[in-house]
């Protein structure tokens, strides 16, 4: 199955959006499809092997909208300009149709020309001139009704096509008996209310576009954080370019103030960068030859060069706007419900409005009385307000997410996360920072400290967890070369193995040692060094244990604060790591955290979610995202914490690109801000058409007549 984003024109309203949704998911090799209105983009999950991106463009067509292909970038359109100037000129044109119409009612001079009585046939002709520009104006109303209503996905331009076209039919045959000689007929024209129609219409369409525009802002933010131009060098020439002229392998410089191009690796220099954008991290971080560097980052104080990995698509930039994308296409369940009854909605309020034409007829209101009714009920119901109240809320709340480092894949995380009750943390990487330090050494090899660490930190630089990492930074730091390694092994939640110059070792935690029958004669040496906070690894060389070795970990720095927030909203926290008892109790204890869960394995984790689920428990899992894979899928919410340029391989719901565990707390503010915006929309929009829609039927008419009887 393959993903795809496509920029879907001509939805003008939530039964458009819904109508092309239903079309859609009907198609044979098409698995699901969910369609945004806010962002006018259609998210598919399709099989490859049947469909086309053409076939699929094909399909939009066919529901009566336009693809206009893949979606490349979020444009806060340009196109408003013609569409300001436009609406100006026709703001004049209603105002001078609205005083020749109705100037006379109020006394008003008028020319004898288009005078009412005057001169009848030209008011009527002036009238129909005014129609006829509007009509014009509001062609793409019509005409999206029209195809619509063929393609049986009926919507808000056919209500309103339906009634402007009553207006003007009825109005049309007035002018015919007016110009051949019945000035009576003068009273029944509503050529005026043909403009009017069209003309707030539009005036709706401008404001909401203008709103959705605005809900774009911050995801907008994202995609112009990178410069539109660079500097490349070949064969020692310096040469600036486009972002689009940069290919992988370019060497790209970058000077003091000047931000990074694309994603890279620097080949060349030493500076300072702001990478606060994507981390959090309001110091600049120091990078020097070998490190990588994220587009966008600001460079402080030095010259660099660095070689270009990741360039469009494949930046970090990208990744997180293309997660924001495709999280506002998906559908949050609350908007299921609007999404239902909107889809009966136009259908609905053209039975009533039919229904209610039938009804006045026969009552005895006259053609013209009864028309109006029938055009008034078409034109005052609303189903886009039902339609916009969930994705406005969602794609709003989903780019704030954004801009403070939380990357959401899915919409109906924004509604659920309010919900959540206990949140399990993983330690390293995640309670603490994951930049572990070789604190202290039991060694009981005939090798010095040097040569062993030499030993293990080759051994583990074949490992991602993050404890491989201490070893070597080790080497690093101590400028020691690493060994060749044979015959790596990675024992998951265990340790690894590896063959270092013919020799056997095994390198892990008290795990290890049980699966592979190794006794454990240093277990009281383990428990002293973790009541000091470390972490124990054990060195095995043919079976036999020759160290111990305690790396430690920095707890993150507002950790307490976030954990003491969490437990006052009564919000359950736990600790879940693979890491010995007395090292998870120290800092659980320092942290604030009661509950402690440890020496568990990755699938362990698993089970323990699983159990606290079936205790009735909304589960948010928070990782680093290497280890904790199946307790994060396996959560109600996955939280992973990782780096920037991680991004696109991840695999959890939520993403924090922030070294910062308070964007939890932000998640779930958000979440309760959105929910309660979105039911106040709804609201509103229940009541606004539940009010409306029997006072365009003559309620108010018909209270007044029982007042009337009553008085008499």
């Keep these: 199955m393959k993903k795809i984003v496509l920029s879907i024109e001509g939805m003008t309203c939530s039964a458009c959006s819904n109508g092309l949704e239903r079309y859609l998911n009907k198609q044979k090799g098409i698995k699901q499809a969910t369609v945004n209105l806010v962002m006018a983009s259609a998210n598919i999950e399709y099989d490859e092997k049947i469909l086309s991106i053409e076939e699929l463009n094909e399909f939009v067509k066919k529901a009566g909208f336009k693809s206009l292909g893949e979606f490349k970038e979020i444009n806060i359109e340009n196109e408003n300009k013609k569409e300001k100037v436009n609406f100006i000129c026709f703001t004049i044109f209603i105002i001078v149709l609205m005083y020749i119409a109705m100037g006379h009612m109020l006394n008003l001079p008028t020319l004898d020309v288009i005078d009412i009585t005057k001169n009848p046939a030209s008011y009527t002709l002036c009238l129909f001139i005014f129609a006829i520009a509007f009509i014009i104006y509001g062609f793409d109303i019509l005409k999206n009704g029209y195809k619509n209503l063929i393609h049986k996905t009926p919507n808000m331009d056919t209500l309103v096509g339906i009634g402007v076209l009553s207006s003007f039919s009825y109005s049309l045959y007035s002018m015919v008996l007016i110009l051949k000689g019945n000035p009576t007929q003068v009273h029944h024209l509503y050529f005026e209310s043909v403009a009017t129609i069209i003309y707030f219409i539009k005036l709706g369409r401008y404001l909401d576009r203008i709103s959705k525009d605005k809900t774009k802002e911050a995801i907008q933010k994202l995609v112009t954080i990178t410069p539109k131009k660079a500097i490349i060098k070949a064969d020692g020439i310096e040469k600036e370019v486009t972002l689009d002229q940069i290919h992988k392998g370019d060497i790209v410089i970058c000077k003091p103030g000047e931000k990074i191009a694309v994603d890279g690796e620097i080949i060349e220099g030493r500076t300072h960068l702001d990478e606060s954008f994507i981390t959090g991290e309001s110091k600049p971080v120091s990078k020097a030859i070998g490190e990588k560097v994220i587009a966008g980052s600001i460079n402080y104080d030095g010259y660099i060069e660095y070689k270009a990995e990741r360039i469009g698509k494949e930046s970090t930039i990208s990744e997180i706007v293309k997660l924001v994308v495709e999280a506002s296409n998906t559908k949050a369940p609350i908007s299921k419900i609007a999404d239902t009854v909107s889809g009966y909605f136009v259908p609905a309020v053209m039975l009533i409005a039919v229904l209610t034409l039938i009804i006045y007829l026969i009552l005895g ?199 003491n927030i969490l437990n006052n909203k009564n919000i359950n926290t736990i600790m879940l790591t693979g890491d010995n008892k007395e090292t998870a109790e120290k800092i659980a204890k320092d942290i604030g955290i009661t509950q402690v869960i440890s020496n568990v394995l990755p699938a362990e984790k698993t089970e323990v979610i699983k159990k606290l689920q079936q205790e009735n428990k909304y589960v948010m899992m928070c990782g680093d995202g290497i280890n904790d894979s199946p307790a994060l899928a396996t959560a109600n919410i996955g939280v992973s914490v990782k780096s920037g340029t991680d991004i696109a391989m991840d695999s959890s719901d939520v993403i924090l690109t922030r070294n910062d565990l308070n964007s939890i707390l932000n998640l779930i503010n958000i979440s309760k801000s959105t929910i309660k915006i979105i039911k106040e929309n709804l609201f509103w929009a229940f009541f606004y058409n539940i009010l409306m829609i029997p006072v365009a039927m003559g309620l108010l008419r018909g209270v007044r007549n029982i007042y009337k009887s009553n008085d008499c």
């Excluded at 400028?479 to 390198?507: A, H, M, S, T």
Aim: glycine share 8%; charged share 25%.
């Design 365 to 563: 209101y006259g053609f013209a009385n009864s028309l109006i009714t029938f055009v008034t009920i078409l034109v005052v119901a609303c189903p886009c307000s039902l339609g916009l109240a969930t994705p406005l809320a969602i794609v709003v709340s989903e780019g704030k997410c954004a801009t403070n480092g939380i990357l959401i894949k899915k919409s109906e995380i924004l509604e659920n996360a309010q919900k959540t009750n206990t949140i399990v943390f993983d330690k390293t990487g995640t309670l603490t920072y994951g930049k572990l330090k070789i604190a202290e050494i039991k060694n009981y090899s005939n090798m010095k400290n040097e040569e062993l660490l030499q030993l293990v930190g080759s051994i583990e630089s074949k490992s991602t967890h993050p404890i491989g990492k201490a070893f070597t930074d080790y080497l690093k730091e101590n400028k020691l070369e690493k060994l060749e390694v044979k015959e790596f092994g990675n024992v998951v939640g265990y340790g690894i193995i590896g063959r270092v110059k013919d020799q056997r070792f095994i390198i892990g935690n008290r795990k290890i040692l049980e699966s592979y029958n190794i006794e454990n004669i240093y277990s009281e040496e383990e428990k002293n060094m973790a009541k000091k906070g470390n972490s124990i690894i054990y060195v095995v060389q043919n079976k036999t244990i020759i160290a111990l070795i305690g790396v430690n970990d920095v707890v993150r720095e507002n950790i307490v604060d976030v954990i």
